[in-house]
């Protein structure tokens, strides 16, 4: 078995690469193929992902060191809690404006939003739930066991 660390540390590497590295490749070709004159609409979301990245690698690497104790699951609520408000914030409330040549087009992401959120909140449950259970396992452990009489 590896060590908690080795194993926090090669599952950050991947989360890295899978939500940092690659998405950071995609933007561009995505950029570079857009036509002359057409604005960029990634560039301010491509910052966005980067936080996105640095929240979701912190939050596995914390949770993979303090796997078997009740700080994982503490790590797991705080990760659903700080999702939550980073999709509420990056989607700015659910309205995205573009503006391209004198013409505003602006999304309403309201229902998508909730959707998120929704998902989000079942994760936030979970992760109660798992606490709570973790809890539960550990006062069983220490309640002396019964003896036949």
Same mark, same amino acid.
């Given at each position: 078995m590896f060590p908690?660390?080795?194993k926090a540390v090669v599952r950050g590497v991947i989360w890295f690469v899978l939500f940092y590295v690659l +998405? *950071?490749?995609?933007?561009?070709?995505?950029? $570079?193929? !857009? +036509? =002359?004159g057409a604005p960029n609409i990634f $560039? =301010?979301? =491509?910052?966005?992902?980067?936080?996105?990245?640095?929240?979701s690698v912190f939050f596995v690497v914390? *949770? =993979?060191?303090? $796997? #078997?104790?009740?700080?994982?699951?503490?790590?797991?609520? #705080?990760?659903?809690?700080i999702l939550m408000a980073f999709i509420v914030y990056a989607?700015? #409330?659910?309205?995205?404006a573009i503006e391209f040549q004198n013409t505003n087009i602006v999304a309403d992401l309201t229902i998508w939003l909730i959707m998120l959120l929704t998902v989000d909140l079942? #994760?936030?449950?979970? $992760?109660? !739930?798992?606490a709570i259970n973790f809890l539960s396992e550990k006062a069983e452990e220490q309640l002396p066991t019964p003896s036949p009489k």
């Open positions: 908690k660390v080795v +998405p *950071s490749l995609l933007f561009s070709i995505l950029v $570079s193929s !857009l +036509p =002359e $560039s =301010e979301y =491509e910052s966005l992902w980067g936080v996105f990245a640095v929240i914390a *949770s =993979e060191l303090t $796997s #078997g104790t009740i700080f994982q699951h503490a790590f797991n609520i #705080g990760r659903a809690l989607l700015r #409330g659910g309205i995205v079942f #994760g936030l449950a979970k $992760s109660l !739930l798992q």
